[in-house]
């Protein structure tokens, strides 16, 4: 038999749910400038004090935060490697390249805001409560620039320096490298970790506290909404 569980029930439970945003992170405010603080100038290029092209900061202002409702099944370490080429043909001599191995860090995340009192059937027959939440999906996938790995240059007998890349070219490698790590995020064996992760970890929190919430034993089922 199988009935929806009176609202002063779901609430419980849905209660449980928020709980879990005080480690999942909850942000509520009003957009809001605070006070502007001034800076010294200071040179574009730390190392040239001699430089004429200077900066300043002239204020910092948080535009504006909103709430979220966001729970973290898991968080993925990701790698790319590339060859920097900049080598004269073919021939051996002429040989100039660099591997740089690039770090990022992938989420995933689970949207709570979905889960309302029609998410939260009970099957008293079985002692089953099945708790319908939607799909985790790529929340952030973001280079670790400070643990990004330099290689020493190949060079061929007629190849000599270092290769230096410009700002702009930095910043085209970077753009593909996050590009493919976000690529990586959506593979499905990926996909699949984050949806097992999200119904063990969802699962295991209820059962937790369900001594509190239930006088008898239930089952949790967790599932995903389509």
């Not at 002692?127 to 952030?140: H, W």
């Not at 240059?153 to 890349?165: A, D, Q, S, V, Y």
């Not at 499905?188 to 008898?216: G, H, T, V, Y």
């Amino acid at each position: 038999m199988r009935f929806r569980l009176p609202f002063k029930f779901k609430l419980m439970v849905i209660l449980a749910f928020s709980a879990l945003l005080i480690t999942s992170g909850v942000f509520i405010g009003n957009k809001f400038k605070p006070t502007v603080k001034q800076y010294k100038s200071v040179p574009l290029s730390p190392e040239d004090n001699k430089s004429a092209l200077k900066f300043q900061l002239q204020e910092s202002i948080v535009n504006g935060m909103s709430k979220k409702m966001e729970f973290i099944p898991l968080e993925v370490d990701l790698t790319e490697k590339i060859i920097i080429d900049e080598s004269w043909g073919q021939l051996a001599v002429f040989k100039k390249l660099q591997n740089i191995e690039y770090f990022g860090k992938g989420i995933y995340a689970i949207d709570l805001s979905t889960i309302t009192k029609d998410s939260v059937i009970v099957d008293t027959t079985n002692n089953a409560i099945t708790i319908y939440i939607s799909k985790p999906f790529v929340k952030t996938c973001s280079l670790q620039e400070e643990k990004t790995l330099f290689q020493s240059t190949e060079k061929g007998l007629l190849r000599f320096g270092e290769i230096t890349l410009t700002s702009q070219e930095q910043m085209a490698i970077n753009k593909e490298v996050n590009e493919r790590m976000m690529e990586r995020m959506k593979d499905k064996e990926l996909n699949s970790k984050a949806m097992e992760s999200s119904k063990i970890m969802i699962r295991d929190f209820i059962l937790s506290l369900s001594e509190a919430l239930i006088p008898q034993p239930y089952e949790v089922i967790i599932e995903f909404k389509l």
